[in-house]
């Protein structure tokens, strides 16, 4: 895999988690045959399917002329059910296997309560000397909220995020991988962990690529689930802009730009976090502490952030952090449609606009707030009639 040590325009080229994903599965599938890949039935539709370049589907039935990919011997099991596709995960992996999950977003909460009883064991275990570790049980969530606009609104529920962070037994991990490059550096560490719970959250579409790999290992290793986008930030910033998501970091940093267009002096900083756990940015062995939150939010300047779930649950965490009423908070609020993909953002008030609107008015520049809800509006116009943004 070709991952780019540096990226001289950040944002100008463009990549596929999924993709990537993909590959990183195909590969773990030749290493060891011990392997095996659980999705619905949408492996193919999720842009996983190089997997398909070392294994076929489970199949033990008859095999037509016309089927592709099936095989008695295949390790990608297909099966139109989250409960019982994670139940043979989950056996597989405390077994000593390893192995794979993906499914729609709207989707996965189907399996919470048995994640919950999972992550019971797990705790469990923990305690007991003469266990032996297990792999992690790999999660990859697809088909994000963001870009339902072909489903609409019965196809969004990111609900799944905010019950693992709520359990305070910390054997759980949310990633958000900001681009293609940080998908692999995520597969990295999803790879090699044990004894918790991984799940990744992506858009399957291609998005602007933004750091290179040794930034996205950084972010992982010792930025403990964070860093600076310093491409996208200034000296004594006014505001301090946080993007928790490919989708959200593009629309926080295309919101900077409309920002600054509007007042040129206006400094931001912007930082990228790719991982959550119980009660803090990082992961469950390397949370970010106060210290390093301090130095990286600007202490007592206003902080915007744009998440990929609901926005009670990363409050929850940054309220650990600083004083809450430093917060803007932007992210899902349930409401959808069968629209546009700028339209469902700014239903839930977390577009580019509504960010530049935020920024200014954190900043304590005034004045632009109606021009930034005509755009909305417009855009919305445009979105019925025609079914595109504008």
Same mark, same amino acid.
């Given at each position: 895999m070709n991952l780019p040590s540096k990226i001289d325009n950040p944002g100008a080229e463009q990549g596929s988690s999924a993709q990537v994903f993909g590959e990183c599965l195909r590969e773990e599938m030749r290493q060891y045959e011990d392997f095996y890949f659980f999705s619905p039935d949408e492996t193919t539709s999720n842009r996983l399917a190089d997997v398909f370049d070392a294994t076929d589907r489970a199949w033990v039935r008859e095999i037509k002329d016309w089927d592709q990919h099936l095989s008695p011997n295949g390790r990608v099991v297909e099966m139109l059910s989250e409960n019982t596709l994670f139940a043979v995960l989950a056996g597989h992996i405390l077994s000593g296997g390893r192995g794979c999950m993906t499914s729609y977003e709207a989707f996965l909460p189907i399996i919470s309560s048995q994640l919950d009883q999972h992550l019971k064991f797990l705790k469990q275990s923990s305690e007991i000397e003469w266990r032996q570790s297990v792999p992690a049980l790999n999660i990859l969530s697809t088909s994000c909220w963001q870009r339902q606009d072909h489903n609409g609104y019965t196809h969004q529920n990111p609900a799944l995020i905010s019950s693992l962070l709520s359990k305070p037994s910390n054997f759980a991990n949310c990633f958000f991988p900001v681009d293609d490059v940080a998908a692999a550096a995520t597969w990295e560490y999803m790879a090699q962990s044990q004894n918790v719970v991984n799940l990744t959250t992506?858009?399957?579409?291609?998005?602007?690529?933004?750091?290179?790999?040794?930034?996205?290992?950084?972010?992982? +290793?010792? +930025? $403990?689930?964070?860093?600076?986008?310093?491409?996208?930030?200034?000296?004594?910033?006014?505001?301090?802009?946080?993007? =928790?998501?490919? *989708?959200?970091?593009?629309?926080?940093?295309?919101? *900077?730009?409309?920002?600054?267009?509007?007042?040129?002096? &206006?400094?931001? !900083?912007? =930082? #990228?976090i790719t991982a959550l756990s119980f009660g803090a940015i990082g992961t469950t062995d390397n949370k970010l502490s106060q210290d390093d939150f301090d130095d990286l939010f600007a202490p007592d300047k206003p902080i915007i952030v744009n998440f990929h779930g609901y926005p009670e649950t990363i409050r929850s965490i940054f309220a650990r952090y600083t004083d809450a009423r430093r917060i803007s908070i932007h992210g899902y609020?349930?409401? +959808?449609?069968?629209?546009?993909?700028?339209?469902? &953002?700014?239903?839930? $008030?977390?577009? !580019?606009?509504? &960010?530049?609107?935020?920024?200014?008015?954190?900043?304590? =520049?005034? #004045?632009?707030?109606?021009?930034?809800?005509?755009? =909305?509006?417009?855009?919305?116009?445009?979105?019925?009639?025609?079914? &595109?943004?504008?």
């Open positions: 992506f858009n399957k579409n291609p998005q602007p690529r933004w750091i290179d790999i040794n930034h996205a290992r950084y972010q992982l +290793g010792d +930025g $403990h689930g964070c860093s600076i986008f310093q491409f996208a930030s200034d000296e004594e910033p006014n505001v301090t802009v946080a993007a =928790i998501g490919d *989708i959200p970091t593009n629309e926080a940093l295309e919101g *900077i730009k409309l920002a600054k267009d509007k007042a040129p002096n &206006l400094k931001v !900083r912007f =930082i #990228g609020e349930d409401q +959808g449609s069968t629209t546009s993909p700028l339209d469902e &953002l700014a239903r839930n $008030h977390c577009s !580019r606009y509504d &960010l530049a609107a935020d920024i200014l008015k954190q900043a304590g =520049i005034h #004045g632009f707030s109606q021009y930034f809800a005509d755009e =909305i509006s417009e855009n919305t116009r445009t979105a019925k009639l025609k079914g &595109l943004d504008k």
